[in-house]
């Protein structure tokens, strides 16, 4: 008779893990917290995520469309009566302050993330095979509605004739398929139907999550809320790519201005000149990085 296996525990000897004072979250060495539902850092992030934004659509200089993925309604999320506070006679609405039934509120934020990524990836496709392109999605955020269901914005650029028929057809196929019990969403809106600025949908978008200008910004209830998918915005590759702003670099910023400031020991990643000029940059406006990044860039390559 064969001896039973055994269990093996490997038992970590490091040092014990922390707690965060602010959200009760663990901390891991002398790492910081950043979670976005983190009350001390949930206003770097909103106002981390307003810069890469607001650059990342300002250096498009073209203008954009805005298209709405909405839940379905009532049949599919139904309203919890026991917490409607208006009249008996009144129709249920998220702005009177009516709000889902928890259980099918939870379930639907638990999955829309998948789903509304195939949907994406289908309405792409189709879109390609019409129009020779994919539409070029500039951002894409997720916030919860007023009732508590997560509904998608979709940025597109449109500022060439290609861009715009891309973008027609991809609001066509996004209205064809968000019904289909595989994904399960409700209609399409146009928030923005005629192409307007980037910049105004990125400061649209913003709003979402840091509402009012400059220091008087206040955070809204999205940034605390637990239940958005855990990358609530997206900004294309191909604006990131050209601008380098990103969530990353800023942080990376903020960690060489504390070494700095304390005399620390720089960062491990400063030995690398790519992304130490990328952060470096990070000061300047970000018209003038476009204009002097290829420049620099070919400076760096010749260097030795």
Known sequence: MSRPAELSVTVCTGK????????GGSLYGRTPCKRRICPSYAPLWAYDWR????????AYAGKAVLYTLTPPGAEALPWDRSRCSHRPG????GKHGCVIEEQARTRWNETCQKRASRLYETVQAAVKREVGIRANVLTIA??????GAVHFHYALGVESGIELRAAKVFRRHLERLS???????????????RPKPAREAAAYLSSYFLGGRGHK???TEAVHNPELPRMPLYVSRRLTSVTKTTMRNKRRQRHLWVCRKRGCKLPAWWVDL?????????????ETRLQHGTKLRAIRGASP
């Open 16 to 23: 014990p893990g922390r707690i965060c004072p602010s959200c």
């Open 51 to 58: 810069i890469v934004l607001l650059e990342n659509l300002i």
């Open 90 to 93: 009144l129709t249920c609405s």
């Open 142 to 147: 997720k916030e919860a509605q007023k009732r």
């Open 179 to 193: 019904r289909k019990p595989r994904y399960g969403f409700g209609h399409v809106n146009g928030k923005f139907v």
């Open 217 to 219: 910004a206040e955070l």
């Open 274 to 286: 790519e992304t130490r000029l990328d952060v470096l940059s990070l000061g300047l406006e970000v």
